[in-house]
Nanobody
């Protein structure tokens, strides 16, 4: 239904910034949620930010709120994650994902996502 491809990961020093991009192709229902997840070694995959293809609502995890910003460009079918004041604990593989089904609320559970990108590595040195 949809193909997702992340880019923009890399190596940065603590306190630096990075912007991730997720280009989508295919079906992108307005009610579906686009989200950024991350998974660090030995830890569970967790959502860090999300928003729908339509509307203005956003979601952020407590660990990134105030530092990360999710935005979208509907014309380009691209979702971005601006990451500022990066910390070593932000080191992880970052994935973009689209929820399996449209919904009224932003999807925040891992089980609600069925479409995934390949992931991009973000490494923050101390």
């Amino acid at each position: 239904q949809v193909r997702l491809e992340e880019s923009g990961g890399g190596f940065v020093q603590a306190g630096g910034s990075l912007r991730l991009s997720c280009a989508a192709s295919g079906r992108t229902p307005g009610g579906s949620t686009m989200a950024w997840f991350r998974q660090a070694p030995g830890k569970e995959r967790e959502i860090v930010a999300g928003m729908k293809w339509s509307g203005f609502s956003t979601y952020y995890s407590d660990s990134v709120k105030g530092r990360f910003t999710i935005t979208r460009d509907n014309y380009k079918l691209t979702v971005y994650l601006q990451m500022n004041d990066l910390k070593p604990e932000d080191t992880a593989v970052y994935y973009c994902a689209q929820s399996t089904n449209p919904g009224v609320e932003i999807a925040t559970a891992l089980s609600q996502y069925g479409y995934w990108g390949q992931g991009t590595q973000v490494t923050v040195s101390s």
